[in-house]
């Protein structure tokens, strides 16, 4: 069972707008500003989306954003589109001796 | 742009050393702002960090607890890559292995991953 709960999946039409939630406690999402969100595409290595809750890198769309309110975070994916189709993993850095902790993951369906 | 080249053996007997290797490409493993991790994903754990190396006027490492007695991860400056170890391995130690760079801008989160080492622990 993952440190982070995410739901299983969520789905959206193309141009529509989805939120995945990220939840955890007091050790870990709700003590830092330090959640990011991770896109993995099947046989690919993960991809950093969102870093410090709500930074995207470089090259990241501004369809992607992050956002958190006490224990949760949260990804919202605005103006859906194919390519968005994967699953989405957030983590948290923690104060227990595990450092890193990360969700499930969320597969993405666009119907 | 920075880019992890993982290489290593993908079958492992039990009770054996796991040994993986990460060439790095664009930084260096001696930089003063970057992390360097190992991460581990399988279907029964998902995405587990293991451990880290990182250099700040000396070397440092943490490691997971949950691997912390069989685990090390070392730095080789002269060919700028660094190195995991996994001791005594079993079955539960099979999983895809990434090596990934963290900090270095991106606080607290992990910017750049190696394409992946499929690890099977069988005899």
């Known amino acids: 069972q993952s440190a982070l709960t995410q739901p299983a999946s969520v789905s959206g039409s193309p141009g529509q707008s989805i939120t995945i939630s990220c939840t955890g406690t007091s050790s870990d999402v709700g003590n830092y500003n330090y959640v990011s969100w991770y896109q993995q595409h099947p046989g690919k290595a993960p991809k950093l989306l969102i870093y410090?809750?709500?930074n995207r890198p470089s090259g990241i769309s501004n369809r992607f954003s992050g956002s958190k309110s006490g224990n949760t975070a949260s990804l919202t994916i605005s103006g859906l589109q194919a390519e968005d189709e994967a699953d989405y993993y957030c983590s948290s850095y923690t104060s227990s001796s595990t450092r890193w902790v990360f969700g499930g993951g969320t597969k993405l369906t666009v119907l | 742009q920075v880019q992890l080249q993982q290489s290593g053996p993908g079958l492992v007997k039990p009770s054996q050393t796991l040994s993986l290797t990460c060439a790095i490409s664009g930084d260096s493993v001696s930089s003063n702002s970057a992390a360097w991790n190992w991460i581990r994903q399988s279907p029964s754990r998902g995405l587990e960090w293991l451990g880290r190396?990182?250099?700040?006027?000396?070397?440092?490492?943490d490691y997971a607890v949950s691997v912390q007695s069989r685990i090390t991860i070392n730095p080789d400056t002269s060919k700028n890559q660094f190195s995991l170890q996994l001791n005594s391995v079993t079955p539960e130690d099979s999983a895809l292995y990434y090596c990934?760079?963290?900090?270095?801008?991106?606080?607290?989160?992990?910017?750049?991953w190696g394409q992946g080492t499929l690890v099977t622990v069988s005899s």
């Open positions: 410090e809750v709500s």
């Open positions: 990934v760079r963290g900090g270095g801008g991106h606080n607290y989160a992990f910017g750049y």
């Open positions: 190396t990182y250099y700040r006027s000396k070397w440092y490492n």
